[in-house]
């Protein structure tokens, strides 16, 4: 176990290392000198020689980005030109939002898509099979903004039952804060339960036709059992590995979402920084991100690790 | 961009019975031909072609001229559709809009399949040679491209570019790109051990000739399959990126942009944002339904 963590950290030093060149280098993309532009409309010459100095414009390229790597590993991310908070607050601020939601999300998700892809397996050909293919197509086809507004649109304009926006927190009033998250939560788990339904369906599918499991059968089990002690905890590997892969879609849908719902968490954090052309937050949010997913997938491979005793060999 | 391997239904698709004389495109297109939900997605998507070719026909109003008398109408005779905040008719903003969506996606993946695929077959060639210092340099490129989240991504590239269609459309293909070079490396080093392409270097050609005549043919099939995903996963993501703002620009319409606004409007007209979001819907569906069916049809691992 610890041979494989320590060969699969060592995969991701490079990965990170790339994937903070990548960041910096967007800075990069902005036409002319990033300092004018990050000035904002004012253009004010104390606040461009400020940034020149604190981004340390005047110095070459690499050295500029081993400054703002320095700083990243001592967790300064910056700082906003709008809110002139620390960036590495403004995401601790709004992360536990988001958090809430993606685990909200990923509930629904797996409430629905891992039942939908067993007995779409299980009934292969049949009505069920059939249905849950539909479902899967409509989950991957709806974008999920425009699914966030038809649900506003039925459970808040016509029926009246739950707001169409606003956050309150669940240490404030937790009845409010479900009532507030569960349409976001839904939109957003729909798309990656659509995904979880047609993975487990196809490794439901393989597993359900090995040997072991028609032993199972031959030994006189019932069905439940077979399909789910035998057929599901071997399919489950790669549904645990797709779980953490489709994080990166959580969080991509999670932008859209919060936008439709208003809901003050990271997606809307990036969003406001992209129009407050505040650029250091957008690369903050990034780099987060981008850390976690890595992070995510690194915690996959080791739940696979410990569920399917055969990689251990 | 989320490539699903259904083997399920690839292990369901009938038998094919077809002449071994039958060229391997000509097969793959009778294939295609059995299957109804590719077929309906390709009709649909060639009437949104048209649609968007023929929209200044079509059309029946300016997409952009306003109305101060008809705003926020609902459906009648004279707007199919009804009407926006500014009393555009939605009906022609949806014909027009098929055309920022459309362009979208097919420009996207155009960027994305221009830069994946020299990318991808220079790491696969490369893959036993030099230590592999090419290939492990590109691909920890492309796993730090993969780590960040296409849409995120595609946001932050289009903020440092800035807001229009045309740089939403190069951070949607540059934020592609890593899937196609993933892709084309994994079928470069499957294909280059083949006898076919020892027989073409043992005969002298030069690599690039070996690369475009014996490995991009051998490896089009599933370059093909995840273009058409990618189109529909395309046509979201400019969607998504109008809707934020950072795409299409107002006026000019888009199905993003449209929905964008009829969300501040949802409770007096839910129409603003019935249409768009349906053509959004129709186009991906489409697009995903004739990616399966090419898959099922083209791509040899799922035969």
Redesign the interface.
């Known amino acids: 176990m610890l041979a494989y963590l320590i060969k699969r950290l060592a995969t991701i030093v490079p990965t990170l290392l790339f994937v903070s060149m990548l960041i910096f280098g967007l800075q990069q993309l902005l036409p002319g000198d990033p300092a004018q532009v990050l000035a904002g409309e004012d253009q004010d010459p104390t606040v461009i020689a400020y940034l020149h100095a604190k981004l340390h414009l005047d110095r070459p390229l690499p050295v500029r980005y081993a400054y703002w790597v320095g700083g990243v590993f001592t967790g300064d991310l910056g700082e906003s030109v709008r809110s002139q908070q620390p960036v590495t607050r403004l995401v601790a601020e709004k992360l536990p939002v988001t958090f809430e939601l993606a685990c909200l999300a990923m509930t629904i998700a797996l409430a629905i898509g891992i039942p939908a892809g067993i007995v779409s397996a299980v009934g292969r050909g049949s009505w069920w099979d059939y249905a849950a293919n539909v479902f899967a197509l409509w989950g991957l086809s709806t974008p999920n903004f425009w699914l966030g507004i038809l649900m506003i649109l039925l459970f808040s304009v016509e029926l009246g039952w739950l707001p169409a926006s606003g956050y309150v927190s669940p240490f404030v009033d937790l009845r409010a804060n479900l009532a507030a998250m569960i349409m976001p939560a839904f939109v957003l788990g729909n798309a990656i339960a659509a995904v979880l339904m047609r993975h487990t369906r196809s490794a439901m599918l393989q597993v359900l036709s090995a040997d072991y499991v028609r032993t199972a059968r031959a030994k006189g089990l019932s069905e439940p059992v077979v399909v789910l002690k035998h057929g599901l905890r071997n399919a489950l590997t790669p549904i645990i590995t797709l779980g953490a892969l489709e994080f990166g879609t959580l969080l991509s849908g999670a932008v859209l979402t919060e936008q439709v719902f208003t809901i003050p968490g990271f997606g809307k954090l990036i969003v406001d920084s992209v129009f407050n052309r505040d650029y250091s937050v957008v690369q903050g949010v990034v780099l987060v991100t981008a850390t976690s997913y890595i992070v995510l997938n690194l915690l996959a491979d080791l739940a696979s690790f410990v569920v399917n005793p055969r990689l251990r060999r | 961009m ?1 490539t ?5 239904h690839a ?2 698709a009938a038998p094919s019975r077809l002449p071994a004389h039958a060229g391997p495109w000509r097969r793959a297109w009778r294939r295609l031909r059995h299957r109804k939900g590719a077929l309906v997605g390709l009709v649909v998507v060639l009437l949104f072609v048209i649609v968007a070719l023929c929209a200044p026909w079509i059309a029946p109003f300016d997409p952009i001229e306003t109305s101060w008398s008809a705003i926020r109408q609902a459906p009648d005779a004279t707007h199919w559709f009804g009407t926006d905040e500014i009393g555009r008719d939605v009906l022609s903003r949806v014909i027009w809009g098929t055309r920022a969506s459309l362009l979208a996606g097919v420009v996207s993946v155009t960027i994305s399949l221009s830069l994946g695929i020299p990318i991808g077959i220079l790491a696969g060639w490369m893959s036993a040679t030099a230590g592999g210092i090419v290939d492990g340099l590109i691909s ?2 492309v ?3 993969l ?7 595609a ?8 807001p229009s269609l045309t740089n939403a459309m190069i951070a949607i293909g540059v934020s592609a790109t890593p899937v196609f070079v993933r892709l084309t490396r994994a079928q470069v080093i499957d294909v280059k051990v083949e006898d076919y392409v020892e027989a073409a270097r043992a005969v002298g050609n030069p690599p690039w000739r070996i690369a475009l005549r014996h490995v991009l043919p051998n490896i089009a099939a599933p370059l093909i399959v995840q273009s058409t995903l990618a189109i ?1 996963a395309a046509v ?1 993501a400019e ?2 990126l109008s ?4 795409g299409q620009q107002p006026p000019a319409p888009s199905w993003g942009s449209m ?1 964008n606004t ?2 501040d409007f ?2 007096s007209a ?1 129409w603003m ?2 249409w ?2 349906l053509s ?2 129709l186009l ?2 489409s697009f ?2 004739l990616g399966d069916g090419l898959r099922d049809a083209l791509d040899p691992r799922q035969r």
Do not use: H, Q
């Open positions: 989320t699903i391997v259904d083997e399920g292990r369901s920890r490129l796993d730090a491209f780590a960040c989240p296409f849409l995120i991504l946001i932050a590239l289009a903020a440092f570019l800035g529909a979201i969607a998504s809707f934020l703002g950072l929905l009829a969300k949802i409770d839910p944002a019935i768009p979001g959004i819907f991906v569906l995903n339904l």
